[in-house]
């Protein structure tokens, strides 16, 4: 069974930048697919980004051009780089892969204005 383990997540001003890792473990990680998603207080989850096991990318429109996805097979470990954050972005960030249905614990981004 996967365990996904988020870390990265914290405090930043309006502006600034954050990177997001997520380490996999007790699996294969190079052939599968990995996301991002994000919940905000109230609101419903929502995926932030994606990669394919290729490295093709897909993001959501509120984060295109700010934020990049990119995978290390050799660490089996997914990133997320945050820049120009926003307010908006402030939300539990979740690790998460499709195939087995897996999700990481989430860690917060907070970005204050």
């Known amino acids: 069974q996967v365990q996904l383990v988020e870390s990265g997540g914290g405090l930043v001003q309006a502006g600034g930048s954050l990177r997001l890792s997520c380490a996999a473990s007790g699996s294969i990680f190079s052939s599968k697919a990995m996301a991002w998603y994000r919940q905000a207080p109230g609101k419903q989850r929502e995926l932030v980004a994606s990669?394919?096991?290729?490295?093709?990318?897909n993001y959501d429109d509120s984060v295109k051009g700010r934020f990049t996805i990119s995978r290390d097979n050799a660490k089996s470990t997914v990133y997320l780089q945050m820049n120009s954050l926003k307010p908006e972005d402030t939300a539990v960030y979740y690790c998460y892969r499709p195939w087995g249905n897996s999700w990481g614990q989430g860690t917060q981004v907070t970005v204050s204005s």
């Open positions: 990669i394919t096991a290729g490295g093709s990318t």
